[in-house]
């Protein structure tokens, strides 16, 4: 049985997710303000939480940081009233694993928080993805270009692991959306220009081209 921290100040809002959850065989624990939520997280004993940003005593932004600083693994939905791409992407770049915005249908967090618990099996792949000049450690988390290793974040990570896992494949941005973030997004949204802007700084501008009108593709 899986045990979720619900990290979330309107008791409105927490009572109904942990009703919910609680229906749906999870085990709960709801916390109010960023301080407990700290604690909490870091105690060990979640399999996942749900985040609102907006806490008293402690920004969320700030308890995912700690958490992800200290190396704290467990999968983290963020559910906030925030709904810019700048807080979206604040958001993904320090570490939640899903971003939702209010107000939601519960069946959507629902599943998302069912995807983000599913096992998954990796012990047929390879651990070292190549494709040209550009590689991919999957367990270090580091590419390699000539003559330098590059650092990535979480989400440049899947981005980079998807352009390798499809050299040369014109990938649209629904595609990239879809398996990077896991969810479907606004497609007005300029999320993913700006995630392959910053991979093209770290790996180098020529080695993910534009199709025009189509996505994006790396360049093999």
């Known amino acids: 049985m899986s045990r979720i921290l619900i990290i979330e ?3 409105r809002i927490a009572a109904f997710i942990d009703k919910g959850l609680r229906a749906n065989g999870f085990t709960t624990t709801v916390v109010g303000d960023g301080g407990t939520a ?3 997280l870091l105690g060990g004993e979640h399999d996942l939480a749900v985040l609102d940003l907006g806490l008293p005593g402690q920004d969320g932004f700030d308890v995912l940081r700690e958490v992800r600083a200290k190396q704290v693994s467990l999968p983290v939905v963020i559910l906030t009233a925030r709904d810019t791409v700048h807080d979206t992407v ?3 770049e320090g570490g939640a694993d899903d971003y939702m915005t209010k107000p939601f249908r519960f069946e959507e967090l629902l599943a998302r928080i069912r995807l983000r618990l599913r096992p998954v099996d990796r012990s047929a792949e390879v651990t070292v993805l190549r494709a040209g000049e550009v590689s991919l450690d999957l367990r270090t988390r580091r590419a390699q270009v000539p003559g330098e290793t590059v650092d990535l974040t979480a989400r440049e990570f899947a981005l980079l692991e998807l352009f390798l896992r499809h050299p040369g494949q014109v990938l649209s941005r629904e595609q990239i959306l879809s398996h990077v973030w896991g ?7 300029n999320v993913v220009d700006v995630y392959v802007r910053a991979l093209r700084r770290k790996i180098g501008d020529g080695r993910i081209g534009t199709v025009r009108g189509m996505g994006y593709r790396l360049q093999t």
């Open 90 to 92: 604040a958001g993904l």
């Open 9 to 11: 100040d309107e008791q």
């Open 183 to 189: 969810y479907d997004f606004d497609p007005g949204s």
């Open 38 to 40: 700290l604690r909490e």
